[in-house]
């Protein structure tokens, strides 16, 4: 599941969301009838003179890493009124354990990041992560994948975030958050059939916020438990060509009612797709789908059924054997973070481009755009009317000096245009410019 704004901005180098989908990520498409290997992007390209082999461990081998990163920000609080620079210096770890074993795979990794704000310190976080993935091959055709996660982290700035006139009552600590995932699942291929069923859980813990007048800025009706069940077919054209359909049935169940209006904001959400994947000449390789998605409260008195189009796509289109474009885009209901509100529809589309200016150069290219729509709430009509929009432009390089070192710089513009002032009175709009250089040092 996704949670809204939870995402750091800022190129955060924890991988905790890398962790909560440790055991999809385990169940790519491998084997014929469903060969994906006509094309290989940038990023798939190997580099054996850049790649770090890691440390012998037994069955294991043992791949640590460590980043230092500078960062300027021109609006650390993501404020349209008020805004304040700030340099932050960032330190994050890694450490993975990954069997080489010739069947079945188990896999270990913890990380950690702390920032440190030069005249902010308020805004200082450290963040840590634990996970555990693994596969059991069970034959040829059938393997069972799971995977487990705990994390703790912070939320991103505007967001969620209160928001008045000039700032004045600005939220002083991010919000920080504690999640726990687990997930387990079943995949068969019968020869040009693949079915699979996947289970994921987890739980979301919001610690309170304080804002600049003293007050607490309660968090608690954000705690969540959330369960998903998703079934899924495909069916082999071709080597390279598959139509699949698939369904889900999610549960989102709150610790606490909503504070606005009292309503219960349990739902269930539904979703059905179908669509095709595809790796086909030596230009296209992606999976697309099309479907609808609708959820259904508990207190259906307080807030109405959500329902609409879903999409879920991402396409990599290779012009040339040294660029790769990518292409994403996504649909769905989502939780909402703000109280009075049962849902979100969220729409988020990107761009991403990667071009190997050299064997060991990688120059980065990135657009993205999220809308969040806010549903209906019946006690409050007008809220149906906020929208939020999300704009963010990023440009980068990757340097990979030796198998040892590599150097990163981003560049990101980001900007919210939010109506939230003409729906509450609360101007969630701005403007942001975020500048980052790192050295990783890894084995």
Known sequence: MKFSGLKRTGGVLLGLTALLNAGAAMAQERGAPYDRGNNQGVRDRPRPEYENSGMPAGGFRFYPSITASAESNDNVFADAADEISDTIARLAGSARFSSIWSRHAFNVTAAAATDKYSDNSQNDTSSYSLGADGRLDVTRAVRIDGALSYGSAFEARG???????????????????????????????????????????????FDNGRLSSGAVFAQDFRDLDATDITARVDFALSPDTALFVSGSQGWRSYDVKDPAFGGNRDFE??????????????????????????????????????????????????????????????RNIEEAGVAGVGSITRADYGVRVDHELRRNIVLIGEGRFIRDEYNETNAAPTIAQREDDRTQYTAGIDWLLNRVATINGRYTRAEQDSNDAVVTGQDRSYEQNIAWIGLTLRR
């Not at 920080?176 to 693949?194: I, Q, W």
């Not at 059905?272 to 008195?301: C, H, K, M, P, Q």
């Open 269 to 330: 959400v539904t979703q059905a797709l179908a669509g095709a994947s595809f790796d086909i000449t030596r230009l296209l390789r992606g999976e697309i789908g099309v479907g609808y998605s609708w959820a259904t409260f508990d207190d259906a008195a307080t807030y109405p059924e959500a329902n609409g189009l879903s999409v879920s796509g991402k396409v990599d289109w290779f012009p040339t054997q040294l660029t790769t474009v990518a292409l994403s885009a996504a």
């Open 159 to 205: 967001v969620n975030d209160p928001r008045t006139a000039g700032g004045a009552s600005r939220l002083v600590d991010p919000i920080e958050y504690e999640t726990k995932a687990g997930s387990l699942g079943v995949t068969a291929e019968l020869n040009r059939v693949r079915v699979a069923l996947d289970a994921d859980a987890s739980q979301v813990d």
